[in-house]
């Protein structure tokens, strides 16, 4: 399973099959550039324009935008709801956290997670093999909330996401502020990850923004 960042908590995802999975695509308001690529499937975790842009994908993707269960030609996407905010939703709506499950691996992206989880959610997501993070603070959790939220989960892999670069003018912090955290990160161009080959420690892996 192979993975890129194309910006903000968008990533492309491909299976071996040949499948590939983008998560939350981006408004081209957003500052990002448009990574024109196709999928078979999109994840939206909900509906903001910075993360349910599903115009912007190439394709006749599905679309999996609720929560539940869902399978999809050999994918397993679990939808499983949180909050965008501290207060159950009351400032900026609901949000879904899917578990991508596919090829012996599972995948857990956490959309605009506003809280630390709670408990049944962190029993309803279970094994997380490569957790994609917010980690830019104001609209979703900061530094030290994702910190703690990785702490609950105990992945494999960690890949923030959402946080402020100079492609876009959102009041959000830079991933420099939750790299403090673990000075054992490393940058990649992508990321593959394959089932059974798990290393023994928790990695941090700071993906380049694919452009293509």
């Known amino acids: 399973m192979k993975f890129r960042w ?11 099959s040949g499948k590939s999975i983008i998560t939350d695509p981006f408004d ?7 990574p024109k690529l196709a999928a078979d499937i999109v994840t939206v975790s909900h509906q903001h324009f ?3 842009a599903v115009k912007m994908v ?22 499983i709801p ?7 939703g009351r400032q900026r709506g ?5 578990v991508i499950e596919a090829e012996g691996l599972r995948v857990c992206h956490l959309g605009d997670l506003g809280h630390v989880l709670e408990p049944e959610q962190v029993k309803g997501i279970g094994r997380v093999d490569v957790l994609l993070v917010p ?3 104001y609209f979703t959790i900061g530094a030290g909330e994702a910190v703690k939220v990785v702490e609950q989960l105990q992945p494999k892999y960690v890949l923030p996401m959402h946080y402020k670069t ?6 959000i912090h830079p991933v420099d502020e939750f790299l403090k955290y673990y000075p054992g990160y490393r940058a990649e161009k992508e990321l593959v990850v394959t089932a059974g080959q798990m290393p023994e420690t928790m990695q941090v892996v700071l993906l380049e923004l694919f452009i293509s």
């Open 6 to 16: 194309l910006g903000h908590a968008c990533f492309a995802i491909g299976l071996s």
């Open 166 to 171: 100079d492609y876009i003018e959102l009041p």
């Open 94 to 98: 609901n949000n879904i956290i899917f």
């Open 58 to 79: 190439r394709g006749e993707p599905k679309v999996v935008q609720e929560e539940g269960s869902h399978n999809l030609d050999g994918v397993t996407i679990t939808g």
């Open 50 to 52: 910075d993360h349910n």
């Open 135 to 137: 980690v830019g603070g």
């Open 82 to 88: 949180s909050y965008h905010d501290t207060a159950k």
């Open 28 to 34: 081209e308001t957003v500052g990002y550039p448009d």
